[in-house]
């Protein structure tokens, strides 16, 4: 079937298209060339006057793995006050601060999102991971595998194994977990926090193996661009939270010596301890050295006000966050030593310093690093604040003056102690589909996904013009998904299932070996019931399509 | 009788959700706009006229006859008026309760008023599991308000209770206050086991000897405390039950717990 998108103003920056009128092509869920004379066109849709853009993908989003389902069954709560009942093609479900799957699917596909990243998948806890993620409708999946806090990787680490040995385990764990990329949270620190250390600094010794998190940083940034894989270290860092952890992240990028490093939810991360209440904002310091290394990428992890609850797998920094846990009950705990975990229930105030001043450093960050290839529009989901805030925050950034409207309405410290309130910058749409679109689609090394060129994925989005962004972004006119038409005006028409991408580097495969060897002392289970086959992963995960992106990446 | 009817004619095929039958909330409305309102069932919704016969004024007071256990959450979150609910009500029965009066002419399912912070809720008959306690992942269970059961209450009445006033006529389950945080329960019937389980404050009056006393709960000896005496002459409009006890109320055996949490609540049972 041939299906035209006609007449709309297409917005696609990995082709270098801005807000130009043509038609788009799709068939069989792909997008293609421009028919020759006479042939059918099956159906049109008349897109004229509207805009249209790729699919948005979120690259950093909590949406499977355990930590998600300890945090929906510590606030039950909050779900029976966001009910979702029963409505057309949905099923009934809820929402809440942590949001069932199939809310999750419905809420992304419904606000043009058609691919979500999970960036904190255990290994052990990979195929439960992908069964949750296979229970999010529509959307297209991936996730990153947790290393750098793991004893097996800390033992190689420490006992100065060849950097090919830990590229063939980065590879290998890529492979067995079905993962899209590595992440590395609070490197080491989550392992040192079991031997009773309570804060890690980058060039700090873990108490029981003596290195460093700058040594794990600089052996996995160097496996992943060894391997080739297109997704730079994704990296949480260290001192999470810790006012003055904006040194901590200056030597994080350093650690990385100019290979490539994705630094998550920065604005965590963006901490001084000027002024009165030891708290400021670091994000101009911070800022600059991100401009000045292009072998760097952000998300920034932007906190909105309201109820919410922050899961992470930095057990460390949890446990010291749990004292400010509201309502008053939390989760840390070791997932069979993998890494950590910690579920602790948040709500963010807007008449709190801490809190609007995290809220001005977040917008701080966004306007302050210049390359919108570079910087991600992300709330750390649920952490910073629910995905389904994104719309809001769009408007946050290309409208200045409710920007600032809003800030007058916080503590008022947050306006003097942050420069927000001086900067002009108001990001455009072009700049929007960036951020949300081609880069995060190039960055993850997703060929097919991200642009409108002929070949790419049918994932497609329809926006009528708005002049409230809020507005335009909640609700599109259609999302197409693999070119079937999900959503219409914020309504699901119709559920799909979304596929799985995955990285495959090539990889020395005597590694299992020692593995085998491993998993024998030391887990719960063999090695062989550890690996996630393709075809389970796609039964697991209820999906189509296994995608596997290509590790081609050098330097 | 002055006031809205509601008549059930026809069982529903699945739990229905009723917390939009409030008082307050027809209060004014016309009989068809009443019927057509949905209220939702599992997996779809039920219009009031295919459930109920409507009948009446839609004043401050609403009486639903002949219910059989299938609506849930009647009287939810209520502010104001008068509810009378005749027959089996569903579960959470004045769930989250903010200041209304409801009647139950019949017997309650589980987790009656839990939740709730003020007004008052009377049950005829008894009430199933969770009474006046607090819904999965609630810290708290009810905070407020009087809460009358002239039956039994099922296990874990007044479960992480916080404030506010349990009396039951009948007898209780197990857990009775389990990790109770404060307020009081009078309790004339006969309590099962581990009453006061992980209590850490609040009063719980039991007219009997409780079936089991844990082990972490101290003899605190007999005593005749003016506060009590004033508590239950304060209870003699609630029927004869308890102006007896109030009446005859010469002292206490006092006992403190539970130990194994901080200890500070007390079961006071008549000898």
Same mark, same amino acid.
């Given at each position: 079937?041939?299906?035209?998108?006609?007449?709309?103003?297409?917005?696609?920056?990995?082709?270098?298209?801005?807000?130009?009128?043509?038609?788009?092509?799709?068939?069989?869920?792909?997008?293609?060339?421009?028919?020759?004379?006479?042939?059918?066109?099956?159906?049109?849709?008349?897109?004229?006057?509207?805009?249209?853009?790729?699919?948005?993908?979120?690259?950093?989003?909590?949406?499977?793995?355990?930590? /998600?389902?300890?945090?929906?069954?510590?606030?039950?709560?909050?779900?029976? $006050?966001?009910?979702?009942?029963?409505?057309?093609?949905?099923?009934?479900?809820?929402?809440?601060?942590?949001?069932?799957?199939?809310?999750?699917?419905?809420?992304?596909?419904?606000?043009?999102?058609?691919?979500?990243?999970?960036?904190?998948?255990?290994?052990?806890?990979?195929?439960?991971?992908?069964?949750?993620?296979?229970?999010?409708?529509?959307?297209?999946?991936?996730?990153?595998?947790?290393?750098?806090?793991?004893?097996?990787?800390?033992?190689?680490?420490?006992?100065?194994?060849?950097?090919?040995?830990?590229?063939?385990?980065?590879?290998? @764990?890529?492979?067995?977990?079905?993962?899209?990329?590595?992440?590395?949270?609070?490197?080491?620190?989550?392992?040192?926090?079991?031997?009773?250390?309570?804060?890690?600094?980058?060039?700090?010794?873990?108490?029981?193996?003596?290195? +460093?998190?700058?040594?794990?940083?600089?052996?996995?940034?160097?496996?992943?661009?060894?391997?080739?894989?297109?997704?730079?270290?994704?990296?949480?860092?260290?001192?999470?939270?810790?006012?003055?952890?904006?040194?901590?992240?200056?030597?994080?990028?350093?650690?990385?010596?100019?290979?490539?490093?994705?630094?998550?939810?920065?604005?965590?991360?963006?901490?001084?301890?000027?002024?009165?209440?030891?708290?400021?904002?670091?994000?101009?310091?911070?800022?600059?050295?991100?401009?000045?290394?292009?072998?760097?990428?952000?998300?920034?992890?932007?906190?909105?006000?309201?109820?919410? /609850?922050?899961?992470?797998?930095?057990?460390?920094?949890?446990?010291?966050?749990?004292?400010?846990?509201?309502?008053?009950?939390?989760?840390?705990?070791?997932?069979?030593?993998?890494?950590?975990?910690?579920?602790?229930?948040?709500?963010?105030?807007?008449?709190?310093?801490?809190?609007?001043?995290?809220?001005?450093?977040?917008?701080?960050?966004?306007?302050?690093?210049?390359?919108?290839?570079?910087?991600?529009?992300?709330?750390?989901?649920?952490?910073?604040?629910?995905?389904?805030?994104?719309?809001?925050?769009?408007?946050?950034?290309?409208?200045?003056?409710?920007?600032?409207?809003? $800030?007058?309405?916080?503590?008022?410290?947050?306006? +003097?102690?942050? +420069?927000?309130?001086?900067?002009?910058?108001?990001?455009?749409?072009?700049?929007?589909?960036?951020? +949300?679109?081609?880069?995060?689609?190039?960055?993850?090394?997703?060929?097919?996904?991200?642009? $409108?060129?002929?070949?790419?994925?049918?994932?497609?989005?329809?926006?009528?013009?708005?002049?409230?962004?809020?507005?335009?972004?909640?609700?599109?006119?259609?999302?197409?998904?693999?070119?079937?038409?999900?959503?219409?005006?914020?309504?699901?028409?119709?559920?799909?299932?979304?596929?799985?991408? /995955? /990285?495959?580097?090539?990889?020395?495969?005597?590694?299992?070996?020692?593995?085998?060897?491993?998993?024998?002392?030391?887990?719960?289970?063999?090695?062989?019931?550890?690996?996630?086959?393709?075809?389970?992963?796609?039964?697991?995960?209820?999906?189509?399509?296994?995608?596997?992106?290509?590790? @081609?990446?050098?330097? | 009788? =002055?006031?809205?009817?509601?008549?059930?004619?026809?069982?529903?095929?699945? *739990?229905?959700?009723?917390?939009?039958? %409030?008082?307050?909330?027809?209060?004014?409305?016309?009989?068809?706009? &009443?019927?057509? &309102?949905?209220?939702?069932?599992?997996?779809?919704?039920?219009?009031?006229?295919?459930?109920?016969?409507?009948?009446?004024?839609?004043?401050?007071? %609403?009486?639903?006859?002949?219910?059989?256990?299938?609506?849930?959450?009647?009287?939810?979150?209520?502010?104001?008026?008068?509810?009378? %609910?005749?027959?089996?009500?569903?579960?959470?029965?004045?769930?989250?309760?903010?200041?209304?009066?409801?009647?139950?002419?019949?017997?309650?399912?589980?987790?009656?008023?839990?939740?709730?912070?003020?007004?008052? &809720?009377?049950?005829?008959?008894?009430?199933?599991?969770?009474?006046?306690?607090?819904?999965?992942?609630?810290?708290?269970?009810?905070?407020?308000?009087?809460?009358?059961?002239?039956?039994?209450?099922?296990?874990?009445?007044?479960?992480?209770?916080?404030?506010?006033?349990?009396?039951?006529?009948?007898?209780?389950?197990?857990?009775?206050? =389990? *990790?109770?945080?404060?307020?009081?329960?009078?309790?004339?019937?006969?309590?099962?086991?581990?009453?006061?389980?992980?209590?850490?404050?609040?009063?719980?009056?039991?007219?009997? *000897?409780?079936?089991?006393?844990?082990?972490?709960?101290?003899?605190?000896?007999?005593?005749?405390?003016?506060? &009590?005496?004033?508590?239950?002459? =304060?209870?003699?409009?609630?029927?004869?039950?308890? =102006?007896?006890?109030?009446?005859?109320?010469?002292?206490?055996?006092?006992? %403190?717990?539970?130990?194994?949490?901080?200890?500070?609540?007390?079961?006071?049972?008549?000898?």
């Amino acid at each position: 079937m041939l299906t035209r998108i006609a007449g709309g103003r297409v917005i696609d920056p990995a082709n270098g298209v801005n807000d130009v009128i043509r038609d788009l092509y799709v068939r069989d869920g792909v997008i293609v060339d421009a028919p020759r004379d006479g042939e059918r066109i099956d159906r049109t849709i008349d897109a004229a006057g509207m805009i249209v853009m790729a699919g948005a993908i979120d690259l950093h989003t909590h949406i499977g793995g355990g930590k /998600v389902n300890i945090a929906r069954a510590l606030l039950p709560e909050f779900d029976r $006050l966001d009910p979702m009942p029963a409505h057309g093609v949905c099923e009934p479900c809820t929402g809440g601060a942590a949001p069932s799957t199939l809310a999750t699917g419905y809420r992304y596909a419904a606000m043009g999102y058609t691919a979500c990243f999970e960036p904190a998948m255990l290994p052990v806890n990979a195929r439960q991971a992908h069964m949750e993620m296979g229970d999010t409708p529509i959307v297209d999946k991936g996730a990153y595998a947790l290393l750098g806090n793991d004893d097996f990787f800390l033992q190689l680490l420490a006992s100065g194994a060849e950097q090919r040995e830990i590229d063939d385990y980065v590879a290998w @764990t890529l492979h067995a977990t079905q993962a899209a990329g590595i992440k590395v949270v609070n490197a080491g620190g989550i392992s040192a926090f079991k031997f009773n250390a309570r804060s890690l600094d980058v060039d700090g010794e873990h108490p029981h193996y003596r290195v +460093t998190p700058r040594q794990v940083l600089g052996a996995l940034t160097r496996a992943i661009d060894g391997l080739g894989v297109p997704h730079p270290l994704h990296v949480h860092g260290s001192n999470l939270g810790v006012p003055g952890n904006a040194d901590s992240t200056l030597a994080t990028i350093d650690a990385a010596e100019g290979r490539r490093i994705h630094l998550t939810h920065l604005q965590f991360h963006s901490y001084g301890t000027e002024g009165d209440r030891k708290f400021s904002s670091a994000a101009q310091r911070i800022a600059e050295k991100v401009n000045a290394s292009p072998n760097v990428s952000v998300d920034v992890g932007q906190i909105l006000f309201g109820q919410t /609850v922050t899961c992470s797998g930095d057990s460390m920094m949890q446990h010291r966050n749990a004292r400010h846990a509201r309502p008053a009950k939390w989760v840390v705990m070791d997932i069979e030593c993998d890494a950590g975990c910690g579920v602790v229930p948040f709500r963010y105030r807007d008449r709190d310093f801490v809190n609007a001043l995290q809220w001005a450093i977040g917008l701080e960050l966004f306007l302050l690093v210049r390359d919108p290839w570079r910087v991600f529009l992300t709330t750390d989901h649920p952490n910073g604040g629910p995905f389904w805030s994104y719309p809001h925050l769009i408007k946050l950034l290309m409208d200045r003056s409710f920007r600032n409207e809003v $800030l007058s309405r916080l503590h008022p410290e947050a306006a +003097t102690s942050s +420069t927000l309130a001086s900067l002009e910058r108001e990001y455009s749409l072009y700049e929007i589909a960036i951020m +949300t679109r081609a880069a995060p689609a190039r960055i993850l090394g997703l060929a097919d996904r991200g642009h $409108l060129g002929p070949g790419a994925a049918a994932d497609i989005v329809v926006y009528e013009p708005h002049s409230d962004p809020e507005v335009q972004f909640t609700a599109p006119r259609y999302v197409f998904k693999d070119g079937t038409v999900v959503a219409e005006r914020g309504e699901i028409k119709a559920v799909t299932a979304g596929s799985i991408h /995955v /990285v495959k580097p090539e990889f020395d495969r005597g590694i299992e070996r020692k593995l085998d060897d491993w998993f024998r002392r030391h887990h719960t289970q063999s090695l062989a019931s550890f690996k996630i086959s393709d075809e389970e992963v796609c039964v697991c995960g209820r999906a189509p399509k296994l995608v596997t992106h290509a590790c @081609t990446h050098r330097g | 009788m =002055s006031g809205l009817r509601l008549s059930l004619r026809a069982r529903p095929p699945a *739990r229905v959700d009723g917390s939009a039958l %409030l008082p307050e909330k027809l209060q004014g409305q016309t009989l068809d706009a &009443i019927r057509r &309102i949905a209220l939702p069932g599992w997996n779809e919704f039920h219009e009031v006229g295919e459930l109920f016969e409507v009948s009446g004024e839609a004043t401050d007071r %609403l009486q639903i006859d002949q219910l059989d256990g299938s609506f849930d959450r009647l009287g939810a979150l209520a502010t104001a008026g008068t509810l009378v %609910l005749r027959g089996q009500a569903g579960d959470l029965v004045g769930e989250g309760l903010r200041g209304a009066s409801i009647e139950i002419e019949g017997a309650a399912g589980d987790y009656l008023g839990c939740g709730m912070r003020r007004g008052r &809720i009377e049950v005829r008959g008894n009430a199933g599991h969770f009474a006046g306690s607090g819904r999965a992942g609630e810290l708290q269970g009810m905070s407020g308000g009087t809460l009358l059961v002239r039956g039994d209450v099922g296990d874990r009445a007044a479960d992480r209770m916080r404030r506010g006033l349990l009396l039951v006529e009948g007898d209780a389950g197990d857990y009775l206050a =389990s *990790r109770m945080l404060a307020g009081t329960v009078v309790l004339l019937g006969r309590a099962a086991g581990n009453a006061g389980y992980l209590m850490r404050r609040g009063t719980v009056v039991l007219d009997q *000897r409780p079936a089991q006393m844990l082990p972490t709960f101290n003899a605190n000896g007999r005593q005749d405390l003016l506060a &009590i005496q004033l508590l239950l002459r =304060s209870l003699g409009g609630e029927g004869p039950r308890f =102006s007896r006890l109030a009446a005859r109320a010469g002292g206490f055996e006092r006992w %403190l717990g539970d130990l194994a949490a901080s200890g500070q609540g007390e079961l006071l049972v008549s000898f």
